[in-house]
């Protein structure tokens, strides 16, 4: 029983260390030396446990998800239009941790400018009961009984609004506000999103948004 624990530990220690060091460097940059002298474990361990390193990189991913998944669901009991602004306050918060759960964003942030291909549809996996809660409000705003293309270009105008935090470097952002990226900012940010996307949703359910525009 001591050495299986002794293995999960070493496990654990070096998914911790993947993280760190996969979210710092990216997966091209990072090594699995690196990443061993972190967790105190040697490179057999990493054989034993992953395989090669490849498969600790979506071990890793996997682990930071589990740690913080992102978004939570909104109160069922609530309007849809106050679930919007919970769960776009949720969206912001997620994406501008900057402690350990803030993880998982900044592995993805690597992804996105150096893609590896390798965690594609593990994305898919992880992303897609986040989106069908989003959606599931955006369809209600819109009074759609079925899922169609417009809900979708909704979702999508929300979550790119929220993404502008990890997509646009914090000092730009700060520059352009004039103000540090304060929690008070941020919730002000979110409150902006949630009425601009409001009127969005609004607009295209009632077919005011001209073609020309």
């Known amino acids: 029983m001591a050495v299986?624990?002794?293995g999960k530990e070493t496990k654990n220690r070096l998914l911790e260390a993947a993280c760190q060091v996969f979210s710092e460097k990216g997966y091209h940059d990072a090594?699995?030396?690196?990443?061993?002298?972190?967790?105190?474990?040697?490179v057999a361990s990493v054989n034993y446990h992953f395989g090669d390193k490849a498969h600790l990189y979506i071990e890793a991913w996997k682990y930071a998800f589990s740690q913080y998944p992102g978004p939570e669901e909104p109160?069922?009991?609530?309007?849809?239009?106050?679930r919007l602004r919970d769960y776009i306050h949720s969206i912001v918060r997620f994406f501008m941790d900057?402690?350990?759960h803030g993880r998982f964003v900044r592995l993805y942030l690597m992804e996105l400018?150096?893609?590896?291909?390798?965690?594609?549809?593990?994305?898919?996996q992880l992303v897609k009961p986040k989106r069908c809660i989003l959606l599931g409000i955006i369809r209600e705003?819109?009074?759609k009984e079925e899922m169609d293309k417009e809900v979708v270009f909704c979702e999508l105008s929300v979550v790119a609004l929220c993404r502008i935090l990890i997509t646009v470097r914090r000092w730009d952002l700060e520059y352009i506000l004039g103000e540090p990226l304060s929690q008070d900012l941020m919730a002000r940010w979110a409150?902006?999103?949630?009425?601009?996307s409001l009127a969005g949703i609004l607009a295209v359910s009632e077919g005011d948004v001209s073609?020309?525009?």
């Open 4 to 6: 299986r624990g002794d």
């Open 31 to 42: 090594t699995v030396a690196e990443i061993c002298r972190r967790a105190g474990a040697n």
């Open 75 to 82: 109160d069922p009991s609530k309007p849809p239009q106050e």
């Open 98 to 100: 900057q402690g350990p």
């Open 113 to 124: 400018l150096n893609p590896t291909g390798l965690v594609q549809d593990l994305w898919h």
């Open 141 to 143: 705003l819109m009074g």
């Open 191 to 196: 409150d902006h999103i949630t009425r601009f």
């Open 211 to 213: 073609p020309e525009c």
